[in-house]
């Protein structure tokens, strides 16, 4: 079983809450590459608190034009009044709807010629809803891991107390325990932020990350 920020992942049960199941979520492979001519795509920068990702999806998004940096944490943060705390089963239908909201967000840059660059805690739990509301046939997943402690060292270092710290290892759990393809996963990240960058833009113009229909079960 794997229990994760937005209620209990079983590999072979729907979610008690009514969310997704491991066949729609768990794993991640390979894609046939984009149909859509020369389209720009859509490259995700994911993983847990603390892994780098604002970091090096601010650098890769530097380095192609025309270019757009999509920060999915800003559309939880869209959210007035009523909002429910993202962690608790009854924001299920919340979570759905800023995840699609998100996607489609990303799906209209991509498609209006931009290299997209979306940099978010998107576990595979949710790349297939994601995925759906862009309307792209691929997009490219890459997932940042690094140690759980070089994670929780980034987060305090950043915010200024250890506040976090719970939350930190509960998430980086969740990535370790998921179910994705090995292509996807870039483990203990070397060098500094430019150089994992250069590596990410690099396995991107290649395909490596590619994410699309037939992954989706």
């Known amino acids: 079983m794997v229990e994760r920020l937005f209620g209990t992942l079983k590999y072979e049960h729907v979610l008690p809450d009514g969310d997704l199941s491991v066949s729609d979520t768990a794993l991640i492979t390979p894609c046939d590459a984009d149909t ?45 009044q009523g909002a429910q705390k993202p962690w608790l089963p009854e924001a299920k239908d919340q979570n759905q709807t800023v995840i699609r909201a998100s996607g489609a967000a ?22 297939p809803t994601f995925f759906e509301a862009t309307g792209l046939n691929e997009l490219h997943y890459a997932v940042l891991l690094p140690s759980v402690e070089r994670c929780v060292q980034n987060v305090t270092t950043r915010e200024g107390n250890r506040d976090d ?37 690099s396995r991107y113009r290649q395909g490596a990350f590619a994410y699309g229909a037939r992954d989706v079960t």
Do not use: C, N
Not at 39 to 54: E, H
Not at 63 to 69: D, E, H, K, Y
Not at 168 to 176: I, L, S, V
Not at 184 to 193: D, K, N, S, V, Y
């Open 36 to 80: 859509q001519g020369h389209m720009s795509t859509l490259l995700v920068i994911a993983g847990p608190p603390g892994a780098g990702k604002s970091t090096v999806s601010s650098i890769a998004s530097s380095r192609l034009s025309p270019s757009v940096l999509i920060r999915g944490d800003a559309f939880f943060r869209f959210l007035d």
């Open 106 to 127: 990303a799906g209209q840059f991509a498609r209006g010629g931009y290299e997209s660059v979306f940099d978010g805690v998107m576990g595979p739990w949710f790349l």
């Open 165 to 201: 710290e719970p939350g930190t290892r509960y998430m980086h759990e969740q990535f370790e325990q998921a179910r994705i393809d090995a292509r996807h996963l870039i483990i203990e990240p070397r060098g500094t932020p430019e150089e994992v960058a250069t590596s990410i833009l």
